[in-house]
């Protein structure tokens, strides 16, 4: 089973940057399929942004442009740089890691976009 543990969020002003990080305790961490995922207070949880094992990438409409997802496999790590924050950003972040049909979740990290 695949632990998934983030971190980096907090309390940044509109037009900051953050990063997040995954660390994943998995040893076959290169065959997961790794995203990111948010879920505003009252809304639903909504895809971020994903990368596959090959590296293709995809983002959601409302992120492209301001965030980059990336993997380190050597580290068993997935990153999420966020620029130019918006106070609509405001959610918590989850990791999921996904492999055939197996899903895998991180407990999320609080970032907040406020003046």
């Known amino acids: 089973q695949v632990q998934l543990v983030e971190s980096g969020g907090g309390l940044v002003q509109p037009g900051g940057s953050l990063r997040l990080s995954c660390a994943a305790s998995?040893?076959?961490?290169?065959?997961?399929?790794m995203g990111w995922y948010r879920q505003a207070p009252g809304k639903q949880r909504e895809l971020v942004a994903r990368?596959?094992?090959?590296?293709?990438?995809n983002y959601s409409d409302s992120v492209k442009g301001r965030f980059t997802i990336s993997r380190d496999n050597a580290k068993n790590t997935v990153y999420l740089q966020m620029n130019n924050l918006k106070p609509e950003d405001t959610a918590v972040y989850y990791c999921?890691?996904?492999?055939?049909?197996?899903?895998?979740w991180g407990h999320g990290t609080q970032v907040t976009v406020s003046s």
């Open positions: 990368i596959r094992s090959g590296g293709r990438t």
């Open positions: 999921n890691a996904q492999y055939q049909v197996y899903d895998y």
């Open positions: 998995a040893s076959i961490f290169t065959i997961y399929t």
